[in-house]
C-alpha cells in the first residue's frame, strides 16, 4: 500500500472529498480563560436575527405597582394603630386615633387614578378596570 488509508476522505495537499462549504471563516479557537471560542470575533461573524413582538403590558404593571402601594400604605397607617392598642391606650385614644387613620387613608387614596387600558386591551382588562 501506498501508506495512505484508503478510508480517508481526503488526500494530503487535496482539496478534494468530504469537504462541506463553509461561511465562517477559518480562525484559530479564542481562549478566554474559562472557555474556548471557535467563532471570528471580527465585525464579519455570523449573526442570525430573531424578530419578536411583546404586548404592551405597562398599563397592567403601573395599576398594580400603585395597587400594591396603596396596600402597604394602609398597611403602614393601621401599625400606628396596633401601636397604641398594644400600648393599651384609653377607648378613646383609640377612637380618635381610628377615625384619624380612615381619613389619612382616604386622602392618601383618594388622589390616585388608576391608569385606564388602552383601546388595544382585552375584555378582561375592561372589566377588572371597572372593578377597581
Known amino acids: 500500500s501506498s501508506g495512505i488509508n484508503a478510508e480517508w476522505p481526503l488526500r494530503p495537499g487535496s482539496l478534494q ?6 461561511t ?7 481562549f ?13 461573524k455570523p449573526t442570525v436575527i430573531l424578530h419578536s413582538q411583546w ?5 397592567r404593571a403601573e395599576t398594580y405597582n400603585m395597587m400594591l402601594w ?7 397607617q393601621l401599625r400606628s394603630y ?13 377612637n380618635s386615633k381610628c377615625n384619624a387613620i380612615i381619613r389619612t387613608i382616604i386622602k392618601g387614596i383618594s388622589d390616585f387614578e388608576l391608569p385606564s387600558p388602552p ?7 375592561q372589566q377588572l378596570y371597572k372593578l377597581r
Not at 24 to 30: D, F, I, L, S, Y
Not at 70 to 76: G, K, P, R
Not at 83 to 91: D, I, T, W, Y
Not at 119 to 125: A, G, N, Q, V, Y
Request: some cysteine.
Open 119 to 125: 383601546t388595544t386591551s382585552t375584555k378582561l382588562d
Open 82 to 94: 396596633r401601636v397604641l392598642e398594644r400600648a393599651r391606650a384609653s377607648e378613646e385614644q383609640l
Open 17 to 22: 472529498g468530504n469537504t462541506h462549504p463553509s
Open 55 to 59: 404586548e404592551d403590558i405597562e398599563f
Open 70 to 76: 396603596m396596600v402597604d400604605f394602609m398597611e403602614e
Open 32 to 44: 478566554d480563560g474559562t472557555h474556548y471560542y471557535f467563532m471570528p470575533w471580527p465585525s464579519s
Open 24 to 30: 465562517t471563516q477559518p480562525c484559530n479557537a479564542v
